[in-house]
Antibody
Framework: EVQLVESGGGLVQPGGSLRLSCAAS????????MSWVRQAPGKGLQWVAN????????YYVDSVKGRFTISRDNAKNSLYLQMNSLRAEDTAVYYC???????????WGQGTLVTVSS | DIVMTQTPLSSLVTLGQPASISCRSS???????????LNWLQQRPGQPPRLLIYKISNRFSGVPDRFSGSGAGTDFTLKISRVEAEDVGVYYC??????????FGQGTKLEIK
């Protein structure tokens, strides 16, 4: 069964850092692009970042550039999102998603909640 | 950046009746490879999003055939032929024409009368 499981969310103060992880199983994650998408409480979806199969290509939405870093460890079938200089507006459920080129975000995890508050 | 605009933002539908959601992009979603990268996703209450339709009209694996997508260029439509109780949720269009940069519509909330 194809599965994505996020972890690492929690409560952090403004200006703080957090590292999210996403464990993939049931498929060879190294064959796919992977994305992070977030959803603020009661709001819509926002694509945050993605990374290509070998990690050499990384792309971000403008609002997180310079603060967030996406990475992956294909040996561990894992995806990461390092979030620094966190702001209240980064509060959201963060989903990792498998990105099949030509199809789209075709498999999603359950999400992990990040709350930025003092 | 491509802006995706959905209408309506909320829809109240009777069980067994059809439903339709529109999505308009600020620029053409036709990619240089000739494909049009417009997807539809469903998010049921308390659940993560789920891919329904890709490249305008291709139903993803396991998606019932009461869901259909159509459109071209900048104007797209998701139709549900006969709404069932399990269809309640929020529907999003998403552009991937600017791959690897994506944007979503604001979402359309579907409720049952």
């Amino acid at each position: 069964e194809v599965q994505l499981v996020e972890s690492g969310g929690g409560l952090v103060q403004p200006g703080g850092s957090l590292r999210l992880s996403c464990a993939a199983s049931g498929f060879t994650s190294s064959s796919y692009w992977m994305s992070w998408v977030r959803q603020a409480p009661g709001k819509g979806l926002q694509w945050v970042a993605n990374i290509n199969q070998d990690g050499s290509g990384k792309y971000y939405v403008d609002s997180v550039k310079g603060r967030f870093t996406i990475s992956r460890d294909n040996a561990k079938n894992s995806l990461y999102l390092q979030m620094n200089s966190l702001r209240a507006e980064d509060t959201a459920v963060y989903y990792c998603a498998r990105d099949t080129v030509g199809v789209g975000l075709d498999c999603w995890g359950q999400g992990t909640l990040v709350t930025v508050s003092s | 950046d491509i802006v995706m605009t959905q209408t309506p933002l909320s829809s109240l539908v009777t069980l067994g009746q059809p439903a339709s959601i529109s999505c308009r992009s600020s620029q053409s979603l036709v990619h240089s490879d000739g494909n049009t990268y417009l997807n539809w996703l469903q998010q049921r209450p308390g659940q993560p999003p789920r891919l329904l339709i890709y490249k305008i009209s291709n139903r993803f694996s396991g998606v019932p055939d009461r869901f259909s997508g159509s459109g071209a260029g900048t104007d797209f439509t998701l139709k549900i032929s006969r709404v069932e109780a399990e269809d309640v949720g929020v529907y999003y269009c998403m552009q991937a024409a600017q791959f690897p940069l994506y944007t979503f519509g604001q979402g359309t909330k579907l409720e049952i009368k």
